[in-house]
């Protein structure tokens, strides 16, 4: 497809498992993002790659969080030893240039539904 | 993340009606962006704002960079059922490539 893509669209766990969440960015989109999005509230920043590297992971709340994206493109978010508060939307989006106008825009997937029963 | 305070929280409005809502924030952003979600999905792009004092319109959506740069506002003019969702303003500070979000403003219309 043309957008980007990200799987499951629902996960369902028990507390104490290990998660990942998988994201396909919009071919050609150098910069990849991940966002978290609880309830009733606007996505939160969570780590940003430029190519294969983390630009910035300013955003990951603690070390159970860890993401990759080994070739440049697909990413895959990681979370271990989940707990309740864990759950919410994980949202990945991409763009073409970062920073530059026009061309910078966040494309978003249709996220990924994490329940940490 | 950046602080943004976003009003109304959420708006019941007559279809036909013009709607306005706003985003406040305490730093200088380089760049204003609104975004809406229906349920289920993920956000999508309305408008994008780069230059401060910037007035933009995207059919029945006009947004405008506030001058301090500090703030934005979205207005939906002649509103119809397709405008209900949850509306995101979003920025973006200089030298930066992520975005903070406000908490959203859920626009529900009345046929």
């Known amino acids: 497809g043309a957008g980007v893509s990200q799987t499951p669209s629902n996960k369902v766990t028990e507390k104490g498992k290990y998660v990942e969440l998988r994201c396909d960015p919009i071919s050609g989109h150098t910069a990849l993002y991940w966002y978290r999005q609880s309830l009733g509230q606007g996505p939160e920043f969570l780590i940003y790659?430029?190519?294969?590297?983390?630009?910035?992971d300013s955003g990951l709340p603690n070390d159970r969080f860890f993401a990759v994206r080994p070739e440049g493109s697909v990413s895959t978010l990681k979370i271990q030893r989940t707990e309740r508060g864990d759950s919410a939307v994980y949202l990945c989006?991409?763009?073409?240039?970062?920073?530059?106008?026009?061309?910078?825009?966040?494309?978003f997937g249709e996220g990924s539904r994490l329940t940490v029963l | 993340g950046q602080q943004l305070n976003q009003s109304p929280q959420s708006m019941f409005i007559q279809e036909g009606e013009d709607v306005s809502m706003n985003c406040t924030s305490s730093?200088?952003?380089?760049?204003w962006l609104w975004y809406k979600q229906d349920p289920g999905e993920g956000p999508v792009l309305l408008i994008a704002?780069?230059?401060?004092?910037e007035l933009t319109s995207n059919g029945r959506l006009t947004a405008q960079f506030g001058i301090t740069r500090k703030d934005s506002f979205l207005n939906i003019s002649a509103s119809i059922p397709s405008d209900v969702g949850i509306y995101f303003c979003?920025?973006?500070?200089?030298?930066?490539?992520?975005?903070?979000f406000g908490a959203g403003t859920t626009v529900t219309v009345r046929a």
């Open positions: 790659f430029q190519g294969t590297g983390a630009a910035d």
């Open positions: 989006a991409s763009s073409l240039n970062p920073g530059h106008a026009n061309t910078g825009e966040l494309f």
């Open positions: 979003a920025g973006q500070l200089a030298n930066d490539y992520k975005l903070s």
């Open positions: 704002l780069y230059k401060a004092g």
């Open positions: 730093s200088i952003f380089n760049t």
